[in-house]
């Protein structure tokens, strides 16, 4: 069999799992795996220090010779009922502990036939064959709302381009065309302001460790549309050096992470390189600046030149210009698109109690 002409085949997703691509140029030596085939990886990782078991699932196909490629007995094994067994760190650890030597260089020292020396615990052909059917409807229900969540995300994507591009208005309670936009800049509608640093005075008290929450870039960068989350607080000490933010602010990062936002839903402190951008009243919504900050997220990225911590600055940000639709179509369009968030937000509970319904089962299974 020529195997030049085949491409290598990913069973599991390289960069994702082993932190690089492994694959070769020449692939001459590589192995053929075929749907339904077992596969053995001698690659570590943190989670599966011996390597990783996993199930060919996609197509056949070749891989490269880090990988070990076995068929699976039908008689007495199903292949998707294994691919399950192995999907648990314990047992795929358990499973390769006794078997694999390490080398100096961390490498696995085993080989392809001493990988199937050990033995696991199974019920009937029969009954693998059913648990494997039940867990794969589980699967497909996880993937089906995954592709849910996508469709939304493209349709909120698509509809906020349309909004703020003017291409879709809203109409008033009575079915009148609203006033048209007006081009402002953001000092114009909302109140601007850079956070404090926080320096401690050499033998002076520690600022963190109280009950004030303090905000730092990271719990930005992973709070979403709210933020009511924090990784530190701040002690009576720090709160003197800083100040105390109203929930209903807007934080924008101007360091690391550039242009994330986020809206506070707590009382927060938080340090100059974040700032809190507070709507006038009758000017503008916090809900609308933030959903405005996200479409043109890349926009205001380009504003930083060189340095970003130097250079996107709050003189940068308040002198950014938007258009701006009356309150009340701002109230419309957060409204709107409010609610596609919280479908898009339901869609990942769902996602998010299905895994944890089947992780629990697969422990419940098998450990």
């Known amino acids: 069999m020529k195997l030049s002409g085949k491409k290598p085949l990913q069973i599991v997703n390289q960069i994702e799992h082993l932190g690089r691509s492994y694959a070769g140029v020449s692939v001459h030596q590589y192995h053929v795996v075929e749907v339904g085939d077992i596969v053995y990886t001698k690659s570590p990782l943190k989670a599966n220090p ?15 010779t880090l990988y070990a490629v076995y068929k699976v ?32 260089k961390n490498d696995m020292k085993i080989n392809n036939a001493y990988v199937l020396h050990d033995r696991i615990f199974a019920p009937t052909t029969a009954e693998q064959t059913r648990i494997a059917t039940f867990l794969n409807v589980l699967d497909r229900k996880i993937a089906e709302l995954n592709q849910k969540k996508t469709l939304l995300e493209q349709y909120k994507k698509g509809v906020m381009q349309k909004i703020y591009s003017q291409e879709l208005r809203f109409k008033d309670e009575n079915g009148k065309e609203f006033p048209k936009w007006e081009k402002k800049k953001l000092k114009e509608v909302s109140i601007i302001a850079r956070g404090k640093s926080k320096h401690r005075p050499r033998n002076a008290p520690s600022l963190y460790g109280g009950v004030y929450p303090f905000i730092q870039t990271g719990d930005i960068r992973n709070a979403g549309l709210f933020l009511d989350k924090f990784s530190q607080t701040y002690s009576e000490e ?19 992470n550039i242009a994330e936002t986020t809206i506070l839903k707590i009382k927060a402190c938080f340090p100059d390189s974040i700032l809190g951008i507070i709507p006038k009243e009758k000017e503008s919504t916090v809900l609308f600046l933030k959903y405005q900050f996200d479409e043109f997220k890349i926009e205001i990225q380009n504003l930083s030149q060189g340095n970003a911590q130097e250079n996107l600055n709050q003189e940068r940000i308040s002198n950014i210009e938007f258009n701006f639709p009356t309150i009340g179509e701002q109230l419309k369009i957060t409204k709107f698109l409010f609610g596609i968030d919280e479908k898009i937000n339901h869609c990942q509970m769902q996602i998010k109690q299905t895994e944890l319904w089947k992780k629990g089962l697969l422990q419940k299974m098998f450990c």
């Open 238 to 256: 720090g709160l003197r050096q800083s100040k105390l933010w109203n929930e209903d602010t807007l934080c924008i990062t101007i360091a690391a």
């Open 73 to 104: 007995n039908n008689k007495i094994a199903n292949g998707a009922f294994l691919d399950y067994y192995f999907s648990l760190d314990a047992n795929t650890n358990r499973y390769l502990r006794p078997l694999v030597k390490k080398g100096a």
């Open 50 to 64: 011996y390597g990783i078991i996993k199930l060919n699932k996609s197509k056949t196909g070749i891989v490269s």
